[in-house]
Structure formats: C-alpha cells, structure tokens
C-alpha cells in the first residue's frame, strides 16, 4: 500500500469536514490520535474525536477555506478562515490554524487554534 502524501492526507481531512463525512475524516487517523482545541476541550482516540466532529453546540457542516499550507518533516501547518452556525449565537466566523503531526503515515495529533471574528 502507498502512503498518500502528508499535504493530501490533510486536505482529505478538511474534505471530511466540509460535508461531516466522519468515515472520511476517521480514516486519516492514527487510533490514538490526540485533538488538542486550545482554549476549549482536549480529544483522545477516535471515538472522542469522532464525538468532536459534529459537536451539538453547532449545526451543519463548517465552509473551512484553507489559505496556507506548511510542510516540515512530520508536522503540517495550515491557516485559513471558515463560517459555522452556533446553535446560541447563530451563524459567526472564525480564523483558524491547524498544527497536524504525522506518525507511520497518518495524523497522531491535531493542535487547533481557532479565533473568532467579526
């Protein structure tokens, strides 16, 4: 089996996110994977990260538009912006930056940062 590289492996992932395909977004993880949102909660495992997926504070599928992509070794950066819609506060934006780590061809751990605007 050939690994898919690491930048096409994240984009699969946001592919996953952008239509709450959890299969999709499953498939790029390591078992053990690690979810860090920084500020908010703390994931371990699939089935934590898959709870995580479609949190039930929000509805509908997020539009996530990745605007940079950083490849160093194991480790992938991205910066871009999105939109959800808040089951309290209805529809916002948001700015966001994900670190991805990779072991043995798959993502290990996800840091997210996400900053709300305007």
Do not use: C
């Amino acid at each position: 089996m050939t690994r898919q590289p690491q930048r096409d492996l994240v984009a699969e992932y946001f592919a996953g996110f952008r239509t709450s395909d959890h299969p999709r977004i499953l498939a790029t993880l390591t078992d053990d994977v690690e979810w860090v949102i920084h500020g908010h909660r703390t994931t371990r495992g699939k089935a934590e990260f898959d709870g995580e997926i479609e949190n039930p504070g929000f509805t509908g599928s997020p539009e996530l538009d990745v605007q940079r992509v950083y490849e160093d070794g194991p480790v992938v950066i991205t910066t871009g912006d999105g939109r959800g819609t808040s089951l309290e506060h209805g529809p916002f934006r948001f700015a966001f930056n994900d670190l991805f780590t990779f072991r043995d061809g798959l993502i290990a751990r996800v840091d997210s940062y996400v900053v709300p605007l305007p």
